[in-house]
């Protein structure tokens, strides 16, 4: 018979068979000596500097909508142009990524499953 199991039916006879042991009488004062010892959670709070942050990003935000809509039209064509190059240079030096990121999922996810395996082997 396996140890565990040896254990696991000494530990049940004894939950079965064995009396209950009295509840101290102090256990009550420790208890709720402890709860009332916890601290309250301090409230949340917003200060000056979450605002001047906030401030912050909005006007960065509005400067650059506001920068965007009023670019000369020359400019705009030459940043979709930029634009363009930059997604065909990917696409064109990205052919190794669809593989690498399959096999890298593959491994991935045949790693995540080795614990289980190890865990049913042992059993």
């Known amino acids: 018979?396996?140890?565990?199991?040896?254990?696991d039916a000494l530990i049940e006879d004894a939950l079965q068979y064995y009396p209950l042991a009295p509840m101290p009488r102090d256990i009550t004062v420790s208890v709720m000596a402890r709860i009332q010892s916890t601290p309250v959670p301090r409230p949340f709070k917003v200060t000056w500097n979450d605002f001047a942050i906030a401030l912050t990003?909005?006007?960065c935000v509005v400067?650059?909508?506001?920068?965007?809509?009023?670019?000369?039209?020359?400019?705009?064509?030459?940043?979709?142009?930029?634009?363009?190059l930059i997604y065909q240079d990917i696409l064109v030096n990205a052919r190794w990524l669809i593989p690498a990121v399959l096999f890298g999922a593959a491994v991935f996810f045949s790693a995540l499953t080795i614990p289980y395996f190890q865990k049913q082997l042992m059993k």
Do not use: S, W
């Not at 018979?1 to 254990?7: A, G, K, P, T, V």
């Not at 650059?64 to 634009?83: D, H, S, V, W, Y």
């Open 57 to 59: 990003i909005t006007l």
């Open 1 to 7: 018979m396996d140890n565990r199991l040896e254990q």
């Open 63 to 84: 400067a650059l909508f506001f920068t965007a809509q009023n670019l000369p039209p020359i400019i705009l064509a030459k940043i979709r142009i930029q634009g363009i």
